[in-house]
């Protein structure tokens, strides 16, 4: 005999089936939580859907590099020589590398300190990816052998003696001019630069041309030949018709004007 | 219905099972809280509940947001802050795996670029190989963007990597099952799997640093400062004022990932 299904009669009085799988639901769903409370790691969605403790055990990794503060309170001299140098951006640990260990034991662990070339021709070596200005040398070139710090205090790098030439520091446009129609003009052919440049580039910056009639003294249709260069045809254009809205370093590069 | 009758131990089969399941579920719930210390999550992470166990007590994730700011300008290509990362974070030494590297553009005349990044830089570069003329030429430094809206995250089934209140986007090693997902998902390659764990890593912007108050590695020993590091939201931040200053792109914008790496001076080019 079936009997109506009535709930509200308690368990007993549910019909068979409804009973078997109410275990069944009850087991199922025990099941859930119970693996659930073990999989899930305690402080998962604390924060968000991922281990808060994480983060903690992230944060207590040990530090390898001190920074430059932790240098500065032991090596006073050192770090006020390189702060009026030009490597005063460049930290300590930048050359003698990662010294946390150095600052909680001072005599057990030394930095290093790189003494050949190799080192420094990391930054220093010409590369036409490097920007404009920033100091590079041909290391094939450039006083061969010799260890950089012979003429370079690595903390105060300037060298004693200004550079005599211009390709020394703008070696980038020295080689680019060297191969191109002005190779025979001298840099202060059209640059005039203050003796103290090669001291302190930065404040005391070269001239350059400013207008087109410059440029025309050579290559103007009724220039006369440059007198200290007889021999050469530069070539010639109508200042009042060639380009006369722009100056002319806005199409030809001077340093290789006839680059393509 | 004959099995409705009472047995004559006075209990029935199904009332037994009833009554086991009564008695045994709550017992196996409080053994579950009682063992609960013991799970293995707890195992890896001594901190889990210690506030001060950090060594940070007063460091407070909410009041921070980081993000860095890259002047390609400034780069010189020296390697310095690849091969900082590597010694900072225990990154393998192996030339595949970085946690930031720097690539070499090169624009040839026809518009093309070639990218090369021979051991991330850490060694120098060899002279770029020019064959027709060389429109210009310039390094930019990557790492993980730390992106606002991270794909890596989003796809990760676990769970195990993450974006912090903090904005760094952090990996979950003990958590991590080594799917390899955040790495296909990442749009700029800055994730490998680590060859001994086998779980994802990245860059981590020197966590373990930064909530010292420390910048990370890279920063510290970049020699041009063509790396800054700072708050996104905080008025007098070095980060803010770096863009304040500067023209400012992100690498692959239409993504939408929201990258909190900054980038000035960053070349059409570069992918």
């Given at each position: 005999?079936?009997r109506?299904f009535a709930?509200?009669?308690?368990f007993?009085?549910?019909p068979?089936?409804?009973r078997?799988?109410?275990v069944v639901?009850?087991?199922l ?13 305690r402080t998962?969605?604390e ?5 808060a403790?994480?983060?903690d ?8 590099y001190a920074g430059r ?13 390189k702060a ?5 951006g ?6 003698h590398?990662p010294?946390?260990a ?13 003494r050949d070339r190799?080192?420094c021709?990391?930054?220093h070596?010409?590369d036409?990816?490097?920007p404009t200005g920033?100091p ?10 010799r ?6 205090n ?6 004693p ?8 520091c703008?070696g ?5 001019k ?6 025979q ?6 640059h005039?630069?203050?003796p ?5 580039p930065?404040?005391f910056l070269?001239?350059?041309?400013a207008s087109?009639e410059f ?10 030949p440059?007198?200290h260069l007889p ?7 109508d200042?009042?018709t060639?380009?006369p809205r722009?100056?002319?370093w806005q ?10 | 219905?004959?099995?409705?009758r009472?047995t004559?131990g ?5 009332a037994?099972?009833?009554a086991?399941?009564a ?7 409080s ?5 609960a210390?013991?799970?293995?999550d707890?195992a890896?992470?001594a901190p889990?509940?210690?506030q001060g166990a ?10 921070h947001?980081?993000?860095?700011g890259?002047?390609?300008s400034?780069?010189i290509?020296c390697g ?5 990362c590597?010694?900072e974070?225990?990154v393998p030494?192996?030339?595949?795996h970085?946690?930031t590297?720097v690539?070499?553009?090169?624009i040839h005349?026809n ?6 990044s021979p051991n991330?830089g ?6 770029p190989?020019a064959?027709g ?14 992106c606002?809206n991270p794909?890596?995250v989003?796809?990760?089934p676990?769970g195990?990597?993450?974006?912090t209140?903090d904005g760094v986007v952090l990996v979950?090693e003990s ?9 296909q ?6 994730r ?6 086998h ?10 640093r ?10 510290e020993v970049c ?10 939201h ?12 500067n ?5 692959k ?5 929201e990258p ?9 080019q570069?992918?």
């Open positions: 005999m079936a109506p709930p509200w009669r308690g007993a009085a549910m068979q089936q409804v078997r799988l109410a639901i009850v087991l769903v025990a099941a859930y939580f119970t693996a659930r409370h073990f999989l899930v790691p998962f969605g924060k968000g859907h991922y281990r403790a994480a983060v055990s992230i944060a207590v990794l040990p530090i390898h503060e932790a240098c500065a309170m032991c090596h006073p001299a050192e770090v006020a020589k009026g140098s030009f490597h005063r460049v930290s300590c640990e930048a050359c590398g010294e946390a150095h600052t909680t034991d001072p005599i057990g662990h030394k930095p290093t300190a790189p190799a080192f021709v990391r930054c070596a010409y036409p990816a490097r920033f590079q040398i041909d290391p094939v070139l450039h006083n061969p052998v260890n950089c710090f012979t003429c370079h690595p903390h105060d790098p300037t060298p003696r200004p550079p005599e030439t211009c390709a020394a703008h980038e446009i020295a080689r680019t060297a191969v191109s129609p002005h190779a003009l001298a840099c202060t052919e059209c005039t630069a203050d103290r440049h090669a001291q302190a930065r404040q070269p001239s350059k041309p087109r440029c025309g003294r050579c290559h103007a249709s009724d220039a006369p440059p007198a021999d050469a045809r530069p070539p010639k254009v200042l009042a060639h380009g722009y100056v002319c199409c030809h590069y001077p340093h290789y004007p006839e680059a393509r | 219905m004959a099995d409705e009472p004559p006075g209990i029935d089969r199904r037994f099972v009833g086991c399941v008695v045994a579920a709550p017992l196996v719930l053994a579950a809280q009682q063992a210390p013991a799970a293995p707890t890896h992470a889990d509940s210690a950090t060594g940070t007590p007063r460091y407070d994730p909410r009041t947001y980081y993000g860095m890259v002047d390609v400034k780069c290509g310095q802050c690849a091969a900082a590597k010694a974070n225990n030494l192996d030339p595949h970085f946690r590297w690539e070499r553009y090169v005349e518009a093309e670029a070639t990218v090369d991330g850490i060694d120098g570069f060899p002279a190989v064959e003329g060389v429109v210009r030429s310039f390094f930019v430094p990557k790492l993980c963007n730390h606002a794909p890596c989003q796809v990760c676990v195990a990597t993450f974006s209140e979950d958590y991590c099952i080594g799917c390899r997902y955040c790495i998902a990442c749009p700029y390659g800055a490998f799997l680590h060859p001994v764990s779980t994802a890593q990245k860059c981590t912007f020197c966590y373990h930064v909530v010292q108050g420390m910048v990370p590695a890279c920063v020699p041009t400062g063509a790396r800054v590091f700072g708050e996104v905080r008025p007098s931040s070095p980060l803010t004022r770096f863009r304040r200053f023209a400012i792109q992100v690498l914008p239409h993504l939408n990932t909190k790496v900054f980038y000035a001076n960053l070349d059409g570069v992918r």
